[in-house]
Each structure stands twice: as C-alpha cells, then as structure tokens.
C-alpha cells in the first residue's frame, strides 16, 4: 500500500447528480448508482489502474476493478457517491472489507493518510507500526497466500534484475548508455503506476548491488537527471523495514 493523491471528482459528480443519485438508492439499495464510466475512469487514473489497498494490477486477466464504498454504503446510504469515499479496488480487497465500519474502527485510506506512517515489512509480510496499521492488516487480510506470493515474486525479479546489471557491470572496464538503459529499465518498473511497487522500491534500496551500481555509473559520467529523478521517486514509495 502507498499514499495515493486524490484526483479532482469527474463533472458527473455535480452536487445535483449526487443529491439524485444518493436518493435513487435510499429508495432502492439495489441501485447500484455508482456504476458509471466516468467515475470509474476517474478512479483507475487516480491510482494508475491499481487497487488501492493491496496495489495489484486492475484491468489485466480478470483482475477488474471494484468500486469500494470505504464508508460501508449499507450503513452509511448518504455516502454512496461522495467521491471522498470512493476507492478503486480489486475484488479480493472489496469482499474482504466488506462491510466493515471504518467510523467504528478506522483503517487506513491511503488517499487520506500515508501508509508508511502505520505500515512496515519484513519478508514481503506487512507488519504494523500503529493500532491503525494493526486494523488495516487484519480488515484487509494483507498478508494472505497468494498476495505473499506476488509480493515474493516482485522482490525476486527486482533483485535478480540489480544483481545480473551489476555484476554485468563489474566485469567490465568500460561502461555505456547500455548499462545505465537496463537500470532505467529497472527503476522504471520501480515507480508507482506499477504493480506492488512499494515492495518493488523497497527490495531495490535495500540491494548492496543498487548502491554499488550508482557508484559505478556516477563514476563513468553515466549517472543523469532522468536517473536521479527514478531513484528519488521509487525511494518515495519505500516501507520501513520491521524492527
């Protein structure tokens, strides 16, 4: 999970469509008056196609996004179509939230609050900082099989990837524009429009290899802005390691 930025709510959403829509489905839950194209396009572009809990892919396979009612709209009718409570989810998230009440027992919304504030990891496992951190974990069943798999599979790529460009790089006395593309390539999957990239970023810096790379790079005059920008940004997204 990682802090996400809202997006400004699409024009459908004007107060009078709310007031509307928010009535139609007071009278019949049944209306599932979130369902629109514009909505749901504005919420796959504020968080890059990905669910914004667990940060797997949407829209690829049969991985397709969810509208999430953060505050449950059975409980709460009034927030059906407040885009502030509105999330792009995917469906194991969805149904694993269910209808949970965050008033009662709050979780992280990571639109409103920086996970890295109450999140850490070890072993591609989310641990806690905070009772929130707790809350979120267990609500959202963060750490089941198959998401400790792609977490795994993610931190395996990234690191097989740094270790291959190093040691690539150390055989050689002369390096180029070759070497520093392949960690272009590397921490562009790295940035935040990409699937799981917290645990991305964070087995990237955590990599001796990594360090030893923009060493060598820097020391060939291959080092430059684009690069400097990609590091920042994935150092951004990285989750403390559990203590």
């Not at 209306?31 to 797997?56: N, P, Q, R, Y």
């Not at 087995?203 to 790379?213: D, F, M």
């Amino acid at each position: 999970m990682i802090k996400l930025e809202r997006k400004e709510k699409p024009e459908y959403l004007s107060n009078e469509k709310v007031a509307e829509l928010t009535e139609r489905f007071k009278i019949n839950k049944k209306d599932t008056v979130w369902k629109h194209t514009d909505i749901h396009s504005a919420l796959l572009l504020s968080s890059s196609s990905k669910c914004a809990f667990c940060e797997a892919q949407l829209q690829t396979g049969t991985a397709y996004m969810e509208i999430e009612h953060f505050k449950d709209k059975d409980t709460y009718p009034e927030h059906v179509v407040d885009w502030e409570n509105l999330l792009p989810s995917c469906k194991r998230c969805n149904t694993t939230k269910g209808t949970h009440d965050v008033v009662t027992e709050p979780i992280i919304n990571p639109f409103d609050t920086d996970p890295k504030e109450h999140l850490t990891q070890a072993v591609c496992r989310i641990y806690f900082k905070t009772q929130l951190g707790e809350s979120t974990r267990d609500v959202l069943n963060l750490n089941d099989d198959r998401l400790l798999r792609l977490r795994f599979e993610t931190w395996n790529y990234v690191i097989n990837q740094v270790e291959s460009i190093y040691y690539d790089m150390e055989r050689k006395t002369t390096l180029n524009r070759r070497e520093r593309n392949k960690l272009a390539n590397l921490l562009t999957s790295c940035q935040s429009d990409r699937a799981f990239s917290g645990f991305a970023s964070t087995a990237l810096h955590q990599s001796v290899e990594y360090t030893k790379i923009i060493a060598l790079l820097k020391n060939h005059n291959l080092w430059d802005d684009h690069l400097e920008l990609l590091h920042t940004s994935s150092l951004n997204l990285i989750l403390d390691c559990r203590t």
